[in-house]
């Protein structure tokens, strides 16, 4: 029977180091604890929060409901053939570790996603990406606990409706299920993507002109470190807000007042740019109000130095929201999942 706790501190739980309390908090290693629990009195009457490693989360309050982190482990084999293998991956895996255990025997498609904070069972659940990279790519299907049925359902890539920082999980099957485990197909003969952002000038700074999978996992934790701050040094929860997706009419209207914005083209019509970049533009890069603000050297992210609260950093990210719609017509989505 999994242990529960009553009124415990979320504070080590969630990266942003921010202090609210759950009502109740539990930890799930296995399938038989997820049956377990759902048996207990009362439990359907519980409201439910399912943590990994509490990266993409902002607590704006305490949580009357039952907390529960995902400690499901184990990664193995289930298929292979001369270009592909399938790893399945228990949904509390370290995310980073997997990407750092899958370069090290030469298993290629996750590298330009090393150093994302969080679980491997949150993954499919916001399609992480990164560097021209996303879960998509390399994602085959997950299992997944039906709360109210008891059922071990199984979802395959077109089902889970990924997009960009998108899935089912996010909307229609929000609260419904608990991630137990992800299968990826990785390729064993690697082919590189690093035309996106910097990391073919970081491997030329490195020294490196063949590249390897292992070399461009380097210069991406190289690159994520230099511009995002380390949890355990600033609370965050990196990229606060997404990249835009905009129209090119829209975009060449910013063209007109600003010279070089960047963007990236998604199709005939539209255009993404970065986010960063607009917050940068409105003034808002290192900036600090008491204990919370924009981090000084990626305006992207949003951070609380020590005694800040979730309602000042949701506050300061609307101001945010507003400023650069009323400079760009832009409308910011948070990408944190905001409590």
């Given at each position: 029977m999994p242990k529960i706790l009553k009124n415990a501190s979320l504070k080590p739980h969630n990266t942003f180091g921010l202090e609210a309390a759950a009502a109740f908090l539990t930890t799930i290693s296995s399938v038989e604890d997820l049956g377990e629990l759902v048996n207990l009195p009362d439990f359907e009457e519980k409201q439910i929060l399912v943590l990994g490693g509490g990266s993409n989360l902002l607590l704006t309050q305490d949580f009357d409901g039952m907390v529960i982190k995902n400690e499901i482990k184990g990664?193995?084999?289930?298929?292979?053939?001369?270009?592909?293998?399938?790893?399945?991956?228990?949904?509390?895996?370290?995310?980073?570790?997997?990407?750092?255990?899958?370069?090290?025997?030469?298993?290629?498609?996750?590298?330009?996603?090393?150093?994302?904070?969080?679980?491997?069972?949150?993954?499919?659940?916001?399609?992480?990406?990164?560097?021209?990279?996303?879960?998509?790519?390399?994602?085959?299907?997950?299992?997944?606990?039906?709360?109210?049925?008891?059922?071990?359902?199984?979802?395959?890539?077109?089902?889970?409706?990924?997009?960009?920082?998108?899935?089912?999980?996010?909307?229609?099957?929000?609260?419904?299920?608990?991630?137990?485990?992800?299968?990826?197909?990785?390729?064993?003969?690697?082919?590189?993507?690093?035309?996106?952002?910097a990391i073919q000038t970081t491997l030329a700074d490195m020294g490196i002109t063949n590249p390897t999978i292992k070399d461009v996992s380097r210069a991406v934790i190289a690159i994520r470190q230099s511009k995002l701050p380390d949890p355990k040094e600033i609370g965050n929860s990196g990229s606060f807000f997404k990249n835009p997706v905009i129209s090119k009419a829209l975009f060449r209207k910013i063209q007109e007042k600003y010279d070089n914005v960047p963007s990236y083209p998604i199709d005939d019509e539209n255009v993404k740019i970065p986010a960063g970049w607009m917050i940068e533009k409105a003034g808002w890069k290192g900036y600090r109000r008491g204990d919370i603000g924009v981090h000084k050297n990626q305006a992207l992210v949003l951070v609380n130095y020590g005694n800040g609260s979730g309602l000042e950093i949701k506050k300061l990210s609307e101001e945010i929201i507003a400023s650069v719609f009323e400079n760009f017509g832009v409308n910011l989505q948070p990408e944190v999942n905001i409590i």
């Open positions: 990664t193995h084999s289930v298929n292979e053939t001369d270009e592909h293998i399938w790893l399945k991956v228990g949904g509390g895996e370290v995310w980073h570790d997997f990407v750092l255990n899958c370069v090290n025997q030469g298993y290629g498609g996750v590298e330009n996603l090393s150093l994302i904070p969080g679980t491997v069972g949150a993954a499919p659940m916001q399609n992480i990406g990164a560097y021209g990279v996303e879960i998509k790519d390399v994602f085959d299907s997950l299992e997944a606990f039906n709360w109210k049925t008891g059922a071990i359902e199984t979802f395959d890539n077109p089902t889970c409706g990924l997009g960009y920082r998108e899935s089912i999980f996010k909307h229609s099957h929000k609260g419904k299920y608990f991630i137990v485990n992800v299968t990826f197909k990785l390729k064993k003969r690697p082919e590189l993507n690093i035309e996106y952002g």
